[in-house]
């Protein structure tokens, strides 16, 4: 059989079935209202029967499933029936979002949830959660939208709901497909067609029929994209779902238009367009503004795509603004924290409890008193399950314990920190100083700017801890700069890092180099007489240590022993920059094991004369 008549018997074969679908979609809605009008009473059961309606509604005339939505809310309130009171809060919420309104969506999606935690109601959390993943893709936030998706789909796993199911990994395909990750995309999308088929609703089949059609265009495979499409935009023309009919008309017309039918294309954005209308949902209204705008601009009628620009902008200020959208996320963290809340009761109520059972322990043990063989085996197994509940208390103490001394820890560092900045900063105001005073109007006022540029990084990075090691490094390069312009390149230097540090991804202690290298051109370069000074920084890995790494600072000057001559006769002050600086270290690296933070090796030639200083410094990272 050829392909082309293949395809035609597919087309035929779903064609009936989704013509018998619609008709039993329309059989459907008319026996929930024939059972309706035949029950009067205002219980659950009537509850239940509005809600099928208003939820059947949202996708073919809103203004009755607004109204079925609050005759579901009435009559559950009246009742106290809280599933009641769940969906027709998730109900309120589709309404909502459909216009735009994602402020009241994100609100009511709270109160949903609200009401069926209160009973246990999973189906009701699990259609919560894919909506407010839903939200967060308008919102952009791909990982909250992972998140709050593959919550839903575990809930449907548990309960073997087929047609959720197919609906998260349907949104969970939409993430990947919008970051151009396509394979990824039809993996989802094709996990989620099988359960489509095994719950026998011809809504997410043809949605995902239309998701297969985007993805067959992006491989530039427009004519079988063509063919899914039409599948979907069949489906949806038969059980009279606008919402999507407007899916599928503006996927159709995408493939059209990259098929060179421009007529046919326009023709099929108008049509979704007018459904969005119809169905009053804003956000899709703004998107298929924006599809005919592209549209026109790509077919150079420039007038026209200014105006959809127009609509579409006009629009969405409205319906798609900052403020609208990131209440969602306001009301998510409301929930979260609430969550936490609740954790943190129970856990007070558990520890309540078992207050109160050691306290009846200690009673029984005083009243078994009386009875020399009961008192015997009381003593015994309370004395060991004493001694169980004090290992935990003790262990619970040494934690606690632990995590004051990392606080000081961190309080003294910060301490550390406030001194060795007050101290680089006078040593740089001097440099300046004495660089003006040379009357060097035009180096000056460079030597300012990059001092300024200097100061500004410093000011940054004093208040982390930990800092990306590119960052240090830029620093460092700025610091010796400043100090070649100002002795005239009496030295050289150079930086090596290794290729794995290079992306800036690995975090180390803030400024804690710079004494080093301040150190190595002041007492090591400067008083150098004999040929050009020369200071190489590297930084490479720790084969045995993973959350170290190695520094060292090497310069070929006049040694430690003859500096420290030099700086005898002329009474130099004592910089305490180093001290600090180890100090620090040490503290930072507390859980490092104990590894010595700085070795200072003396360099020497054959005869033992000096060539030099090598500064090793082991770096704790994050």
């Not at 939820?55 to 009435?74: G, L, N, Q, V």
């Not at 497909?177 to 609703?201: C, H, M, R, T, V």
């Not at 959350?547 to 009474?571: E, V, Y």
Request: net charge positive.
């Amino acid at each position: 059989m050829k392909p082309s008549t293949s395809l035609k018997l597919v087309l035929l074969y779903i064609l009936c079935i989704t013509t018998k679908a619609g008709i039993a979609s329309n059989t459907y809605i008319d026996s929930l209202e024939h059972v309706l009008a035949n029950h009067p009473q205002q219980d659950t059961f009537r509850a239940m029967i509005t809600h099928r309606l208003s939820y059947r509604y949202s996708e073919i005339e809103p203004s009755k499933a607004w109204f079925y939505a609050k005759e579901t809310e009435d009559i559950s309130n009246k009742v106290n029936f809280t599933k009641g009171q769940c969906l027709a809060n998730i109900n309120y919420a589709i309404l909502e979002s459909m216009e735009g309104n994602f402020k009241n969506s994100a609100d009511y999606y709270l109160q949903a949830i609200h009401y069926a935690e209160k009973i246990k109601y999973i189906r009701g959390l699990s259609i919560s959660y894919n909506n407010i993943g839903d939200n967060y893709l308008k919102l952009k936030d791909y990982t909250k939208v992972l998140e709050y998706s593959h919550k839903a789909l575990a809930l449907n796993k548990k309960i073997e709901e087929y047609r959720g199911q197919a609906i998260n990994l349907e949104q969970i395909g939409q993430v990947y497909f919008l970051q151009n990750k396509y394979k990824d995309a039809k993996k989802y999308w094709d996990q989620g067609f099988e359960l489509a088929l095994k719950s026998e609703d011809p809504v997410i089949y043809a949605q995902l029929e239309t998701d297969f059609g985007k993805y067959y265009s992006s491989q530039q495979q427009n004519e079988k994209a063509l063919q899914h499409i039409s599948i979907a935009d069949s489906i949806a023309l038969s059980t009279n779902e606008l919402f999507l009919l407007i899916l599928s008309k503006k996927a159709k017309a995408e493939c059209l238009n990259k098929l060179n039918k421009p007529n046919e294309a326009l023709q099929n954005f108008h049509l979704a367009l007018q459904a969005s209308k119809d169905l009053r949902n804003k956000p899709e209204e703004v998107d298929v503004y924006q599809l005919i705008a592209n549209f026109w601009e790509q077919h150079a009628a420039y007038d026209s795509s200014t105006y959809y620009l127009k609509r579409q902008k006009l629009l969405s200020d409205s319906v798609l603004s900052d403020k609208n959208l990131a209440h969602i996320a306001y009301v998510q963290t409301k929930y979260e924290t609430q969550l936490k809340e609740k954790e943190n009761l129970k856990l007070k109520e558990i520890h309540k409890t078992q207050l109160k059972k050691l306290n009846e322990k200690n009673w029984l043990l005083f009243a078994t008193g009386f009875a020399l063989l009961l008192a015997a085996l009381s003593i015994f197994l309370i004395i060991r399950n004493n001694r169980q509940t004090k290992k935990a208390l003790l262990l619970e103490e040494q934690k606690t314990e632990l995590e004051l001394k990392k606080q000081l820890a961190e309080m003294e560092i910060r301490s550390l920190r406030s001194q060795m900045n007050p101290h680089f900063l006078f040593n740089s105001l001097n440099s300046i100083r004495n660089y003006i005073i040379k009357n060097e109007s035009k180096k000056a006022s460079t030597y300012l700017a990059n001092f300024a540029t200097l100061m500004r990084k410093i000011l940054d990075a004093s208040q982390q801890n930990y800092i990306p090691i590119t960052e240090e490094v830029e620093m460092l390069k700025l610091y010796i700069h400043l100090e070649l312009m100002r002795f005239s390149n009496q030295f050289e230097y150079e930086i090596h890092m290794h290729e794995e540090f290079q992306s800036g991804d690995l975090q180390i202690p803030s400024m804690v180099l710079q004494p080093f290298i301040e150190n190595a051109i002041w007492h090591g370069l400067l008083p150098k007489e004999d040929g050009l000074g020369k200071l190489k920084i590297s930084f490479t890995p720790l084969a045995n240590y993973d959350n170290t790494i190695l520094c060292t600072i090497q310069d070929n000057g006049i040694g430690r022993a003859k500096s420290a001559a030099l700086n005898s006769q002329i009474k130099k002050h004592k910089s305490k920059g180093i001290d600090i600086t180890i100090d620090r270290l040490k503290k930072l690296s507390n859980e490092k094991g104990n590894l010595n933070m700085v070795e200072i090796i003396d360099l020497q030639d054959e005869n033992n004369n000096a060539k030099g200083t090598l500064i090793q410094i082991y770096l704790p990272i994050q």
